[in-house]
């Protein structure tokens, strides 16, 4: 009988640290998640504006970028 017991309090046990590393894990993934949402927004925004830097250098007039000064 004690055998049993002290079986079934090292089942308990064990679901209890299990338990606790899910809700830690849980948490990292939340956080993760809202980081790669921020990331994905920047980068939107970058890209978005590499391609209004692009289109006003094709306009004439338009500042190149890339373009070396004269003195190279």
Do not use: F
Not at 20 to 28: F, I, R, S
Request: hydrophobic share 40%; aromatic share 2%; net charge negative.
């Amino acid at each position: 009988m004690i055998d049993l017991e002290e079986q079934l309090i090292d089942v308990q046990t064990r679901v209890a640290y299990q338990e606790d590393t899910l809700a830690q894990l849980n948490e990292v993934i939340t956080r993760q998640d809202a980081e790669i949402i921020q990331l994905k927004q920047q980068l939107r925004l970058l890209v978005q504006r590499i391609d209004e830097l692009s289109q006003s250098a094709a306009q004439p007039g338009g500042e190149l970028v890339d373009e070396r000064p004269p003195h190279y």
